[in-house]
């Protein structure tokens, strides 16, 4: 996030797109109608009618996958009414002229055929969001997971700048991160492409600098992402795993390609709390501690690193950094670390924007990175002269169609995302989570169900090219004709056999909302 949670309390404005906040982040969704009923502005951006649609003053029902139209459709008319912020434009950004030129493209008749959005919501928000002092875009894995992902981020972030919604308390662009410690885990480099602080591989000066705190040689190419780990353990070409805390069973897209890639390898190690789909697979597996069996930070969407106590001491006798360093030195690279304020001390001088972090400092509070030196008090709000790289930089952007739609054969695009009751697919083994809500149900519109003879509580197979998974339907019209949507969370039910494999070409991010199914009822 740009901003912080505590700023959205100040916001004219909020403008969500491809996030379902109630359910999937419910802490910054209360905040979000606390805001909005104090007189906030709300613009709701998503095919489904989520939550916080009931209270927009303007819900844009897009058609999956047209994020890119969309934006660009606002961007036109702010452009052509002369409704951008010249200033910020001149001064703090640069290829201006390149992006005016791309959404010249997008008049809103066009964007309308594309989107399915009327011309009159376009134009309304278009003049609502740029006349707006203070606001905030907030988004989540509904702009990330399609095969334009990056292209989707890149489309926001080319909308606050043109409007100057950047840089300022209350005012920005807010990514919401999907776990607890996802932040703090790419800030330490868990990443095939950077190194802590997103300090690039391929630098050769940060690359002799890691070598020489860690006394060893490190490779100068970039490594693999997930996808591509699995497509070579397909080919044969990647021989071992050693898997962390993840179910890639249940949660990469294309299930039946990871578990064939799991079957090729010679040899897997999963670390886990339960014995899962994943670590079925495995030749060992390791205990791993619970976070309340575990000291050290969490870092959090808002970029506040915060302390984690232990509340009991791990049940197996070692947390995960203890059993990671014993690896490390039984493989030949030994490790000596007495507790997780040496790590995090060694984290803190090799990592930039947390120099200024240590444990004392975040004893009581957390302090919000970049910090860069002990007294420094943290950045509540980021860009507020400069952008990294100093003038932020317009990228000229058209519409990329997701990778597989709907056709006679597959007449139903699923997308698929989180419900309220759940978190991934670790709290299904909690009988209290789940005597909540204890199976998935595929939400399917009433115009729909008419048609293919099922109602709520109806037993169908939903089919796609990969795979099927049998379940029951919701009518409702939260989804429009068309469309069905469901959750991953249920082994049962593993959605992801379902889902394509394509993904972005940058992030390598699956496209988890848009692919083409089939319905077909079970008598």
Known sequence: MTNS??????????????????????????????????GAKLIVADPRRIELAEEADYWLRLQPGTDIP???????????????DKTFVAERTENFEALKKTVEKYPPAYVSRLTGVPVEDLYAVARLYATTDKAMIFY????????????NVMSIANLAMLTGHVGRPSTGVNPLRGQNNVQGACDMGALPNVFPGYQRVTDPAVRARFQEAWGVSL??????????????????????????????VLTDPNSNHIRSGLEKLEFLVVHELFLTETAEYADVVLPAASFAETDGTFTNTERRVQRVRKAIEP???????????????????????RNTEEIFAEMASLT????????????????????PTPDHPGTPYLHAGSFTRGKGLFQAIDHIPPAELPDREYPFLLSTGRILYHYNVTTPYSTGIRSLWSQEYAEVNPDDAARLGVETGSKVKVISRRGEVVTRVQVTDRVPPGVIWMSFHYRETPT???????VDPISKTGEYKVCAVKIEKII
């Open 5 to 38: 949670i505590s700023e959205i309390a100040g916001a004219e404005l909020l403008f969500l797109i491809g996030t379902n906040t109630t359910e999937a982040h419910p802490v910054i969704g209360y905040k979000i109608r606390q805001a909005v009923r104090r």
């Open 70 to 84: 969309l934006l660009n459709g606002l961007m036109h008319i702010i452009i052509k009414e002369e409704l951008y």
């Open 219 to 248: 490779p100068a190419e970039v490594g693999l992402m997930l996808p591509e780990m699995f497509d070579k353990a397909n080919a044969g070409e990647i021989k071992a795993m050693y898997i962390l805390g993840e179910n890639p």
């Open 140 to 151: 989540t894995l509904g702009i990330t997971e399609h095969v334009c992902g990056t292209s």
């Open 352 to 371: 930039p924007s947390y120099a200024g972090i240590n444990y004392s400092r975040i004893d009581k509070e957390g302090i919000q990175w970049p910090c």
């Open 496 to 502: 992801n056999v379902l889902t394509s494999y394509a």
């Open 315 to 337: 049940l197996t006798g070692k947390t995960n950094w203890q059993i990671i360093m014993a690896l490390s030195t039984k493989m030949g690279y030994p490790m000596h670390y």
